[in-house]
């Protein structure tokens, strides 16, 4: 394991187990912002489950903080993998081309590396948001627990949404290439029909997520969710 | 037609380069851009100035020593073709060109739109060959492979070396041309015994060229002369995660008479 990581493919593996991890969460936390539509009670009851979860077995918030834990150290792998083979690619081309063409790397592929720096200020930035309340609200607006009003009243600032829809949108090309790449990472697309069903699942993933996150902040604008 | 060319001029490895435009008038359509060049070398030559360097040796693209960019494209706009076997009615009249040399950390130009590509070659040495007893040629079919290997391992085997897939990386990166070498011999039974210990050494000889980490853009892909597709890198990293979860095996050491 340690001689894989010291590879550069190894280090790539890592990114592909991180970043599959980080998928999962991403489309249950998607998932899970989608009872929002069910109401203000269904969705603060949600929000109590999620600390109770295994509940006697397991005390208050307890499977949460080995989520937490668990994310948290994906995050750390992912993010040191990346900062690694991104010096290693700096430096394997010290002298740039006058002139390139692109022809056949996507969008979403060529800007990994800052989707993935965005990304990073949008989860601090969410985290201070909506789990602390230390930003995006007037003094005494945010209340611990009532998450769904927390979440009207912070969507209801129309840049505070905008934010939220083009980060939703990054998040969404990251997954395209990312999660097509994991697969061809770990090896496992190597004939024709596997390479178009992760291609197609990369799409799809990508779509759902950008268009389940969205809903939230638009309903919040459009007035359905109040 | 007539061309204008901005050709990268460097005097060696260790020389600043620059960008110099040179005419290249009443070349015929149906030349070769390497006979191109020559007809622009030729006049320079006439003139007492140094020919542009640039590398060639079959000129009908199975050798893999020819290959630079021309306008920020490996081995030029045609898909699936060496610089030696493009021609000029590729272009329009009066076409402006950039040319420039593969650029990578690993491949140090040595001069004008030549480089070393003397990684490639240790790559190879790190395993990119069988050990068989050698002697008379064996039997052409004493050893039956399935008809899809044969035609995969070929596909591999196509790869020339030229380069291009580093060239037209935007992380610089070696895995096409490893893949390719990997692959060829790991589909077939000759190649298994050191399947493992050639997939770990190949990577290892990679990484230490200094090229950088693939990112699985797919540019290598679309300018590879050969067209060999990323799937055979899909086919590298699974081979190397295989192996790493096997142990090494211990080193051979050659029976004493
Ligand atoms: S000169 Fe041999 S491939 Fe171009």
Redesign the pocket.
């Known amino acids: 394991m340690i001689a894989l990581w010291s590879t550069s493919i190894g280090k790539k593996a890592v990114m592909a187990v991180t970043g599959f991890i980080l998928t999962g969460f991403v489309v249950a936390h998607m998932l899970g912002n989608l009872k929002i539509f069910q109401g203000e009670e269904k969705f603060n009851s949600y929000a109590v489950w999620l600390r109770e979860v295994g509940s006697p077995a397991l005390g208050h918030q307890q499977f949460l903080w080995v989520l937490r834990l668990i994310l948290l150290a994906a995050v750390a792998l992912h993010i040191g993998a990346a900062v690694q083979l991104t010096r290693m690619s700096y430096a394997a081309r010290p002298v740039r081309y006058r002139r390139t063409e692109a022809i056949h790397a996507t969008y979403a592929a060529r800007t990994m590396r800052w989707g993935g720096v965005i990304l990073t200020l949008f989860v601090m930035y969410h985290i201070l948001h909506f789990t602390f309340g230390a930003v995006g609200y007037a003094p005494g607006q945010y209340r611990p627990m009532s998450v769904y009003r927390n979440v009207v009243v912070g969507f209801s600032v129309w840049y505070v949404s905008a934010f939220y829809i083009v980060a939703m949108i990054a998040l969404g090309l990251h997954l395209y290439h990312g999660v097509w790449s994991m697969f061809q990472t770990l090896g496992v697309n190597t004939v024709g029909a596997d390479r178009f069903f992760f291609r197609t699942l990369a799409t799809v993933t990508s779509l759902v997520v950008i268009l389940g996150n969205i809903s939230v902040p638009v309903g919040v604008l459009a007035g359905l969710v109040r | 037609m007539n061309l204008t060319l901005r050709v990268w001029r460097q005097k060696n490895a260790h020389a600043r380069g620059r960008f110099v435009t040179y005419e290249a008038r009443n070349v015929s359509p149906d030349m070769s851009f390497?006979e191109m060049l020559d007809v622009v070398n030729e006049e320079l030559i006439g003139r007492e100035q140094e020919p542009i360097a640039f590398?060639?040796?079959?000129?009908?693209?199975?050798?893999?020593?020819?290959?630079f960019m021309i306008n920020g494209i490996a081995h030029g706009p045609k898909r699936g073709t060496?610089?030696?076997?493009l021609h000029l009615r590729t272009f329009r009249d009066g076409d402006h060109l950039t040319l420039e040399p593969w650029r990578a950390k690993a491949f140090p130009v040595i001069k004008d739109l030549v480089v070393d590509r003397g990684a490639f070659d240790r790559i190879i040495q790190a395993g990119g060959f069988i050990s068989a007893p050698a002697g008379a040629a064996p039997d052409a079919n004493a050893i039956l492979v399935p008809k899809e290997d044969v035609e995969l391992a070929f596909d591999a085997a196509a790869c020339?070396g030229?380069g291009a897939c580093v060239a037209a990386c935007p992380n610089a990166s070696a895995m096409l041309f490893t893949a390719a070498k990997v692959s060829h011999l790991g589909l077939l039974p000759q190649g298994q015994p050191e399947r493992n210990d050639r997939v770990r050494n190949m990577v290892a000889a990679m990484d230490r060229e200094m090229f950088g980490g693939c990112t699985n853009m797919g540019e290598c892909q679309a300018v590879c002369?050969k067209e060999i597709t990323i799937a055979f890198i899909a086919r590298l990293n699974h081979d190397l995660l295989a192996a790493s979860f096997k142990g090494r095996k211990p080193p051979r050491t050659a029976a004493s008479p």
Do not use: F, M, W
């Open positions: 390497l590398e060639h040796d079959c000129r009908e693209g199975i050798c893999g020593a020819c290959g060496t610089v030696c076997q020339i030229c002369p």
